[in-house]
């Protein structure tokens, strides 16, 4: 059987495959065009969020059985494409938790004591300390939208800095929370008291531009916003516009509508931005851990028929409806 892999993934996970008797056909530098040529007559198809697997190069794979996603979002993969022709996906939700946390607090941190700013004009011989007075982290609102694996990981870490917690999640209710920890509230109250708020939610037709101007405006003029989920979540023009009109302090941005940015990108000169280019998962342990988990599940599906992480369910025999 052969197995595509159209990312980067580590020795350890391309061992798995390898020794499991894959032909394993590794591009993860090609063009698109390369890939959707490899992928028409492979078995399994592991990608990371460098490759589109669009509906096309889905429907022109005759042999593929499962595409695995080293890393959580499966927004590059057209699943209901998939799911027609009776591809499995699968993505990997608990591997890249802690370091995308871990990101965000760095950004918010980065954000709030002007880091990069701080580097920067150190690396043109300047000392900006009169100009970079920051803010502290302490008895600020941290507005948490999405309440998942991540945003929980990120609470957990704010609460060490004495930050005081809202959370919005349309899945999730106080419930599930001490209301002493976390106050669970919906997202126009978290948009207007939150001081830094952060984004913890998939990409999709519901949370596509859900900060757009008119919602920026409603944050506090001191406030500042950090997204290590996924772009488009925020729009980026309205970012920019808001940024450079002094609606909001401040903004902390990984991860963008169509990576990677350019310069044209409104982003890249907006007013009181820290940018850094999709590393929320970019950890020695994440990336070991997404590579050998993908490839176990890849491996064992197409050997076992085991499911793990499965995101669709495909239907591949009709007569099993009945
Ligand atoms: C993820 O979805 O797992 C992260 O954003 C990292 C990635 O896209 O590879």
Redesign the pocket.
């Known amino acids: 059987m052969k197995v595509l892999v159209s990312d980067p993934i580590t020795e350890a996970g391309m061992a798995i495959l390898k020794e499991a008797d894959f032909d394993v056909i590794y591009l993860p530098d090609s063009s698109a065009d390369e890939k959707a040529d490899a992928c028409k007559d492979v078995h399994g198809w592991v990608v ?2 460098g490759t589109q697997a669009t509906a096309d190069m889905i429907n022109n794979a005759d042999n593929l059985q499962v595409i695995g996603r080293a ?3 499966t927004d590059n993969i057209d699943i209901a494409a998939a799911t027609r022709k009776g591809i499995v996906v699968m993505n990997t939700p608990n591997v ?1 938790t802690i370091s995308a946390a871990e990101h965000t607090v760095a950004m918010m941190l980065a954000l709030s004591r002007n880091i990069p700013v701080g580097h920067g004009g150190i690396m043109k011989g300047q000392w900006n300390r009169n100009a970079l007075v920051g803010t502290e982290l302490r008895n600020k609102i941290l507005g948490v939208v999405g309440l998942g694996k991540i945003g929980r990981e990120v609470i957990q870490r704010c609460r060490s800095f004495n930050m005081n917690i809202l959370g919005f999640d349309p899945f999730i209710s106080q419930d599930m929370f001490n209301e002493a920890e976390v106050k669970v509230v919906d997202i126009e109250t978290l948009t207007a008291e939150s001081d830094f708020i952060t984004l913890h939610v998939p990409f999709n037709d519901s949370t596509k531009d859900l900060f757009n101007f008119d919602r920026l405006c409603r944050m506090k003029n001191s406030a500042r916003i950090i997204n290590v989920a996924r772009g488009g979540i925020i729009n980026e023009a309205d970012l920019a516009k808001a940024l450079n009109e002094d609606k909001i302090a401040g903004a902390a941005i990984d991860v963008f509508i169509s990576e990677p940015i350019g310069e044209d990108n409104p982003l890249v000169n907006a007013k009181n931005i820290v940018l850094t280019p ?1 590393l ?2 970019s950890t020695l342990e994440a990336k070991e851990g997404v590579s050998l988990a993908v490839c176990e599940q890849v491996r064992d599906y197409l050997l076992h028929e085991k499911l793990a992480n499965a995101i669709n369910m495909p239907v591949s025999d009709l007569a099993k409806l009945k």
Request: no cysteine; proline share 0%.
């Open positions: 990371r969020s890393g959580v979002g890249n999709h929320g998962a």
